[in-house]
């Protein structure tokens, strides 16, 4: 009996080993991937043709927006201008972008909202809404594209941002580090492997489900 009991629980403890980075995987996705697919989708659907998903670019999108804090109006419009420069002399350094592979930059797009949209949604409530972005999305000399986005806080607001190059594909805008490039603290964008922070709302905290697994174990113990 006492034997079962203990199998029992290490089964449990397994189980609740195994089922954090389930839960996660669905939460802490990374919208800014997701918003390149989407744009991707919506230039493939028009016969246009796909765009690279640039994590350097993605990491500038990322730095930008960054800038813009506290400079979102009550409208939802961006109200920040950084300086050109910023992108060779602080964005692609903050990033570590290989510097000889510094591109042009061929378009961008930023917007902001007080509450987060889902993906499919910041993209056509926020990026993509009036006709001077739908004809950079069509844009047939591009080559890639980078999409970051950033909470500030955790009521927001949210900023999102979108980067198009016509430099040729996966040689310019590179990541130092095989590609690592620099770590980012806050927000997140495409084409990294590391989730988003505050970029959604929901999410267990992982202490507390390994607290409640904790409980389960003594309860098992107990029986
Ligand atoms: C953000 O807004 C403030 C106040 O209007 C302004 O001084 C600042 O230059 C803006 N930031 C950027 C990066 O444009
Ligand atoms: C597309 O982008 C290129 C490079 O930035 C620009 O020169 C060209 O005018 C754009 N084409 C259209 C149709 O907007
Ligand atoms: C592409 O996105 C724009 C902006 O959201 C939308 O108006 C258009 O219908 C989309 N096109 C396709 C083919 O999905
Ligand atoms: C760039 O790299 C991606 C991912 O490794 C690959 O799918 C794509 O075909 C490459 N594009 C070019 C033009 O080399």
Redesign the pocket.
Same mark, same amino acid.
Request: hydrophobic content about 0%.
């Given at each position: 009996m006492m034997k079962n009991n203990l199998s029992c629980g290490l089964l449990y403890f397994l189980f609740c080993l195994l089922l954090p980075p389930l839960v996660f995987s669905h939460t802490h996705g990374n919208p800014a991937t997701e918003i390149v697919d989407i744009l991707n989708k919506n230039r493939t659907d028009q016969k246009l043709h796909n765009l690279n998903d640039s994590p350097g670019l993605g990491c500038m999108a990322l730095q930008y927006v960054g800038l813009c804090k506290g400079n979102c109006t009550d409208n939802n419009v961006v109200n920040c201008k950084p300086p050109e420069d910023d992108f060779v002399e602080v964005f692609a350094p903050n990033c570590g972008i290989e510097l000889p592979t510094f591109g042009t930059i061929?378009?961008h797009i930023v917007g902001c909202q007080r509450k987060y949209l889902e993906p499919s949604l910041a993209f056509s409530q926020i990026l993509i809404k009036d006709k001077k972005s739908l &004809?950079l999305l069509r844009?047939k &000399?591009h080559t890639e594209v980078g999409v970051g986005l950033v909470g500030l806080h955790k009521k927001g607001p949210f900023f999102w941002c979108v980067l198009f190059t016509?430099g040729k594909a996966n040689s310019t805008f590179v990541l130092e580090n095989r590609g690592a490039g620099i770590k980012q603290k806050k927000g997140c964008y495409s084409g990294s492997n590391t989730p988003c922070s505050r970029g959604q709302k929901h999410g267990v905290s992982s202490s507390n489900f390994f607290f409640m697994c904790y409980v389960f174990i003594l309860l098992f113990k107990l029986l």
């Open positions: 061929t378009g &004809s844009n &000399s016509d």
